[in-house]
DNA sequence: CTTAGGG
DNA sequence: CCCTAAG
């Protein structure tokens, strides 16, 4: 025979405290639940059939209970705990009345529902079910555990209640108890009354002291040699007789820490379905909260449904910083899951193929080879980074759909290998990008206008082979981006990049189209993939390339091509690059305002000259 | 912040 | 490339 200790919902003797209506609310929706529960001890037949506890049975279990109480008894009501006690104490009775309307509202709807169903009365129900009882105290029992793994979050429905409140096969099902036989139960318990009608607090309490632990996720218990264990709860489901356990877990989680929160119960469930996280979190909360007052740590992971009162609490907090420290003090298996803000998880596989790993490397102090990379990101100017990145994803498309371009630069980045860094910033960029779709599109047809023409691209391709035997020396070198202390205590990069030909290309077409000067607005348009690539450095390569086309002339043959140390800037750029100084210097003004379509008629037209 | 210029 | 001054 076990003795199965349930929860009715069915007293209706407590609704009239809490003053809901059961049968109105309970039936439709579980959350209603908030009658009052009353303990009653059964014994389970044989056949599974409910009967009621007999005196002796009673002190037996009396003696149980007391003996489990001694131990832990004082946790639950002396209020030792810090601050689960002090509140369960100061509002407990109070709050949990309050807590218990609310509760029940949520959950009781369906215990309602199924108690009568199974049981129609605590009592004379529990034989009468005792079919439908039998099986569910065999879940109850054993089940749990299935509950457990499917998770009682979806519906914390009490419904279950089953006759599981007694012991069954060892299992004590506080869920299913009635408000009554709960209070009977504690009252053996802790041997004193208790007012409350809150069962979830009832729940809870005797759970503790069952357990002797603060850690009370689930209302069923698995007795075993006189030692309670919980039974995980945890599932929820499906199944219907999953559900039926789920409700039960549920019940017990939100009896957690709390007994303020006892309201939760109904609340919970809703949160539940809402946020798994926040629940959770709040679970978590309290968990630590017993744990602490107790120290008790139960491996199980307790999952809670959170109140209505964290509920409140987390919307106007921010639950995300609650689940931070749950996780961090409480790291329990559920959190884990549920914890962790969606965002952050997103956040880290965006960034996570992309740059974002070197960022934090760099945060973090981490290797010098990932600082650069960061170091360039920051370089880009633009906070905007997002127009950069968007750049960068336009161009590298755009590259790709025209094809000769990008199929160069990639090989020569291959060859490099500085390229590669500078696609993976691309990438990088992209992924930030992704963000701003909408940007991104207007961006990319700009870009796609603006692109370079073909032709040049072409010119570019070829040149840029040619000068790929040298960059492939220089950029070798200058890949390495060497960190250099500063004064200011800051660690800088330097990281030389060689600029290929096709970026000197791309300087050139810009300053033709934006004209000198312009260097952001070059930066932008022409520059967005190359995120390394600051206007300041555009700046710079202008100056050198003015300097260089200057001398060139002088001398009048490319000295580039010829000299492996120097830049090979093929002539047609120098041309270009004198020419576009010419022009620049006479009618700066001019291509400022006209920038694009002025600018690129004319630049293009004369960039056309020059390469064809 | 962007430019311009010097180092 | 970096740094800084200036708009």
Not at 108 to 120: D, H, S, V, Y
Request: aromatic share 4%.
């Amino acid at each position: 025979m076990e003795m199965l200790v349930g929860i009715e919902d069915n007293d209706e003797g407590k609704l009239e405290e809490s003053g809901i209506d059961r049968s109105s609310s309970a039936l439709s929706s579980p959350k209603q639940i908030a009658n009052p529960v009353v303990y009653k001890l059964v014994r389970v037949e044989g056949d599974g059939r409910l009967v009621p506890a007999t005196d002796d049975e009673l002190i037996e279990v009396e003696d149980f209970l007391e003996f489990d109480q001694i131990e832990m008894g004082f946790d639950a009501d002396t209020g030792l705990h810090e601050g689960c006690s002090s509140i369960e104490r100061s509002s407990s009775e109070k709050l949990q009345l309050e807590c218990l309307e609310d509760t029940a509202e949520a959950d009781q709807g369906k215990l309602n529902a199924r108690l009568q169903e199974i049981i129609p009365s605590s009592a004379p129900s529990l034989n009468n079910s005792h079919s439908d009882q039998s099986q569910n105290i065999g879940g109850c029992s054993r089940p749990s555990e299935g509950q457990m793994e499917s998770g009682s979050s979806t519906s914390a429905v009490y419904s279950t209640l089953k006759p599981d409140f007694s012991m069954i096969k060892g299992e004590i099902c506080l869920d299913k108890l009635s408000i009554r036989e709960l209070h009977e139960l504690f009252k053996v318990t802790f041997g004193r009354e208790t007012t409350v009608k809150d069962k979830q607090w009832l729940k809870r309490r005797i759970a503790m002291s069952l357990t002797n632990s603060c850690n009370v996720a689930a209302t069923t218990f698995i007795v075993k040699d006189n030692k309670l264990v919980k039974k995980c709860e945890e599932g929820s489901d499906g199944n219907v007789d999953a559900v039926l356990f789920k409700d039960i877990a549920a019940g017990e989680e939100d009896i957690n820490c709390k007994d303020s929160s006892c309201a939760e119960g109904t609340g919970n469930e809703d949160n539940q379905v809402v946020s798994g996280k926040t629940l959770r979190s709040h679970e978590v909360e309290h968990d630590l909260c017993w744990e602490n007052r107790q120290i008790e740590q139960r491996a199980a992971k307790r999952i809670r449904k959170p109140t209505r009162r964290y509920i409140e609490e987390l919307s106007e907090s921010e639950s995300r910083d609650h689940n931070p420290r749950l996780l961090s003090s409480n790291r329990s298996m559920e959190l884990e899951h549920v914890s962790p803000n969606p965002y952050n998880g997103p956040t880290k596989n965006d960034f996570s193929e992309g740059r974002t790993p070197v960022t934090r490397f760099d945060s973090l102090g981490g290797s010098s080879i990932y600082i650069p990379c960061v170091s360039r990101i920051r370089r880009c100017r633009p906070r905007k980074n997002i127009m950069p990145l968007m750049n960068d994803m336009m161009s590298s498309q755009k590259f790709r759909q025209s094809g000769g371009m990008v199929e160069v630069a990639n090989s020569s980045n291959k060859v490099f290998g500085e390229h590669d860094s500078q696609e993976d910033e691309g990438r990088d960029e992209v992924l930030k990008s992704r963000s701003l779709p909408a940007k991104f599109q207007q961006r990319f047809t700009f870009e796609q206008k603006d692109e370079q023409s073909p032709t040049l691209d072409r010119i570019e391709l070829r040149q840029e082979s040619r000068l790929r035997k040298a960059d492939l020396s220089s950029n070798s070198s200058d890949d390495n981006i060497v960190t250099v202390p500063t004064s200011k205590g800051g660690m800088r990069r330097k990281h030389h990049r060689a600029w290929t030909l096709a970026e000197v290309v791309k300087l050139v077409e810009g300053v033709s189209r934006c004209g000198a000067g312009r260097w952001s607005e070059i930066k932008r348009l022409s520059f967005a993939s190359y995120s390394y690539r600051t206007s300041v450095d555009l700046k710079d390569k202008w100056r050198n390339l003015l300097k260089a086309s200057s001398a060139q002339a002088a001398s009048d043959e490319g000295m580039n091509s010829r000299k492996h140390g120097t830049v090979p800037i093929p002539e047609p750029i120098l041309v270009r690059v004198r020419e576009l100084a010419g022009k620049n210097s006479q009618v700066p003004a001019s291509f400022s305002s006209s920038k694009l379509t002025a600018c690129t008629g004319v630049a293009d037209d004369d960039d056309r000259s020059e390469y064809l």
